[in-house]
């Protein structure tokens, strides 16, 4: 993790968005997180990286039934064994239709 005071929103998220908007806001009272991947992590989705900003930002996430998969393949490529574990289990219950969390 790496706390920066500014951060290039990802297309499509509109989680990163928020929490650029609320960065920018505090002029640099609160520094965001940013969580480098682990080499041969592969591409993180804007979906699934939203849901990793939220677990930083919130502890909690939400994250669509149809990806669960993705974001515990994000969550541990990005060394994030708390978020991976959380996703693991709501994937066992069986999510939800809209989001789990």
């Known amino acids: ?4 005071h500014a951060v290039v929103a ?7 968005r928020r929490l650029a908007a609320a960065a920018f806001a505090s002029r640099g009272q609160q520094p965001l997180r940013v969580v480098l991947p682990s080499p041969g992590a592969g591409d993180v989705g804007a979906e699934a990286l939203g849901a990793v ?5 919130t502890d909690r996430v939400t994250l669509p039934r149809r990806l669960l998969s ?6 541990e490529g990005l060394g994030l064994a708390e978020l991976a574990a ?14 789990a969390e």
């Not at 993790?1 to 920066?4: A, L, N």
């Not at 990802?10 to 990163?16: H, K, N, Q, R, T």
């Not at 900003?53 to 930002?57: D, K, M, R, V």
């Open 1 to 4: 993790e790496v706390p920066v």
């Open 10 to 16: 990802a297309a499509g998220s509109p989680v990163i």
């Open 53 to 57: 900003a939220e677990f930083l930002y």
């Open 70 to 75: 993705q974001g515990i393949a994000a969550a």
């Open 86 to 99: 959380k996703l693991r289990e709501q994937q066992r219950q069986g999510g939800s239709q809209d989001g």
